[in-house]
């Protein structure tokens, strides 16, 4: 089958009004896993006891699982066991497994960037008055966020391209509109390169909006 250029250009209109639920769930995906992976690499940093343990078993398990199953099992697997879950939407359920995946990797980052701190810095805090919270507050994780900030961007693209499985649990996102075009008109290779060039082109933009992040950043330090 050739390559149809003229259906090609008008799935564009079809499949770009979804680009506002992928973008949605992808911000709402990093806002939460910020938090999150922030909570994790501070109890981590100070090794919290029984929460430090946990949340070792929480990074080993979500990083040593794939995606994909991670969200089949809380989507179709924890509404079984759990039935205040069966009223769970596959938006929900995308967003929550997109953030506990990427929280796995971005809590050691964020930790790998506190252990980068200087000691002293934390010592001095101490000898000011400062308590271990205001210490991370006020100066360790400032500085901490802003060494981290390449893997926030690089974690970052990682979602969005992860908001592509969520078609997978019924979220109709970009993939999930190209997808159904596809099956109508049996023109997958047109149907997956247009949706191909959309996470192309909106992952090109973050790039650069993290690159202007960096060198702003990079400026205030």
């Known amino acids: 089958m050739n390559f149809d250029f003229v259906w090609f250009m008008n799935l564009f209109p079809i499949v770009l009004p979804a680009l506002g639920l992928t973008i949605s769930v992808a911000l709402i ?21 029984g ?3 946990f949340f070792g078993l ?72 400062m308590t271990k919270f205001q210490a991370m507050k006020r100066v360790i ?11 926030i961007g690089n974690r970052f693209i990682g979602i969005i391209k992860g908001t592509a499985l969520g078609f997978t649990v019924g979220l109709a996102d970009i993939m999930a509109k190209s997808k159904i075009e596809a099956a109508l008109s049996l023109r997958f290779f047109e149907a997956y390169l247009c949706v191909t060039l959309i996470y192309l082109v909106l992952v090109l933009i973050v790039e650069q909006i993290l690159k202007y992040l960096e060198k702003k950043t990079q400026k205030a330090y």
Do not use: H, W
């Open 58 to 129: 929480f990074i080993s398990f979500f990083r040593a699982t794939p995606l994909v199953a991670q969200l089949f099992i809380l989507y179709f697997g924890l509404p079984s066991i759990f039935p205040i879950l069966e009223s769970m939407t596959a938006y929900q359920a995308t967003i929550i497994a997109l953030t506990l995946n990427t929280s796995a990797f971005l809590a050691e980052d964020f930790r790998g960037a506190l252990d980068s701190i200087d000691k002293g810095q934390k010592e001095a805090c101490f000898s000011m008055g």
């Open 51 to 53: 929460l430090y343990l």
């Open 29 to 49: 995906s990093l806002f939460l896993t910020l938090f999150l992976s922030v909570i994790i690499a501070v109890i981590r940093y100070y090794k919290i006891k």
């Open 141 to 151: 994780l400032p500085q901490a966020f802003i060494i981290a900030l390449p893997s």
